[in-house]
C-alpha cells in the first residue's frame, strides 16, 4: 500500500466574500440580478480565493489573456504547494521519482509538470505525467494512479500537484444558468500530496500521520457526456452543468460505494472517514442521504464547501489535508475518499489509517 506521507493547500492572496463577489458579477454581466442573486446564495459558499484582484475579472475577455494568466499563476501556486509540502514531508527534491499534475482550467506546452520539475530543482530523470480534463474528480484520480505507480515501484518518491484557476474560465456574455452557478460556486487554488511506495516508507523510519492507499477505482457512466464538462472554443472555457447531476449521484452512487467496499470486505458502517469532494449543496445533500451519512461525516466538506467553494480538483485534498489535521481516525480504521468528475465518472479511493 501506498503511504501518504503528507499533503498541502495553499491558496492565492486574493480573497472575497460571496458578497463581494456576487455584487461583481452582477455588475459584470447581462443577467438577470435577480438570478445572479440566488444562484449565488444556494451554493452557500460565504468567500472563495481568487487568483486576481476582483476588478481586475472586468477586463477579462478573450481566451488568450485568460489563459495566460492561467499558466502564470498556476506556475507559482504550484510551485508554492510542491516546497510546502516536500518540506512537511521532510523530503528533498531530488529524491521525488514521479511528478504528476492535474488540472482542467488551463493549457500548456510545456507542459506544468516539466516548469514546475524545473522551477524545484527535481531531476532531470524524473517521470513526469501531466493530466487533464479530469475535473472535479482529478485529485482522487491523481492518487489513484501514483498509487499503482507505487505498487509497481515500491522504493520510489511521488509527488502529486493539482491546481485549478476556475476564475480565469469566467464567461461574461453566458446568462445560462449553468454559468452562473459556477460563478458562484468555484474558486482557486493548488494542492500537493507527497507519495511513498511500501519500502520507500520503511526506508524513512519515520511515524507519518497520513493514510495508506489500499484500493482504488473509477466508474465510468455511459451517455452522460453533457452532465459535467467544459464546451471549449475561441471564448474559452464554457461550463456544462446539467440540473439532474444529483439525480445522477442518486441512481449509481450508493450501488457503487457498496460495490467497491465489498470486494475488500467492508460496507459503509464500517467506513470511519469520508473525504469527499464538496461539489456543490444539492449533490453534498444527496451523497449524504444515499449513504446514510447524517452524523457528522461531511462536516469537514461542508466547511471546506462554505469557506472556499469548489476548487475542483483540489477540493477533495483540501478535504484530506483537514481530516488528517482535525479528525484523523485510529490507526487501521478503514475510510473512503471519493470524488465525480466529468465523463461522468466517480472515483473511489480505498484509505487505511
Known sequence: MMRVAAVRTVLPEHYYSQEEI????????????????RFHAATQVTGRPLVWPIEAYRDLDDFGTANDAFIDNALDLGERAI???????????????????????????????????????LRADVDRVPLFGLGCSGGAAGLAQLHHHLHGW?????????????????????????????????GDAAAAVVALG????????????????????????????????????????????????ADQVEAVLADDVASFLGDHGLSPRQVSSWVCHPGGPKVLEKIGDVLGLHHGELDITWRSLRRLGNLSSVSVLHVLEETIADRRPPAGEPGLLMALGPGFSADLVLLRW
Not at 22 to 37: G, I, K
Not at 100 to 118: I, M, W, Y
Open 198 to 245: 511500501d519500502r520507500a516508507a520503511e526506508r524513512s523510519g519515520t511515524s507519518w500521520d497520513g493514510p495508506r492507499v489500499a484500493a482504488s477505482r473509477s466508474k465510468l457512466y455511459p451517455d452522460t457526456e453533457r452532465l459535467m464538462g467544459w464546451d471549449i472554443g475561441e471564448h474559452g472555457f464554457r461550463t456544462i452543468l446539467a440540473p439532474d447531476l
Open 154 to 186: 515500491p522504493d520510489q518518491t511521488a509527488v502529486l500537484v493539482c491546481v485549478e484557476l476556475c476564475s480565469l474560465t469566467l464567461q461574461r456574455d453566458d446568462t445560462s444558468t449553468a454559468n452562473l452557478v459556477a460563478s458562484g460556486l468555484f
Open 83 to 121: 516546497r510546502e509540502v516536500l518540506a512537511q514531508a521532510r523530503t528533498h527534491a531530488r529524491d521525488v521519482d514521479r511528478i504528476l499534475v492535474c488540472t482542467s482550467t488551463g493549457v500548456a506546452t510545456p507542459t506544468l509538470d516539466a516548469r514546475l520539475a524545473q522551477r524545484v530543482g
Open 22 to 37: 456576487t455584487d461583481a458579477v452582477a455588475r459584470w454581466t447581462n443577467a438577470d440580478e435577480r438570478l445572479v442573486r
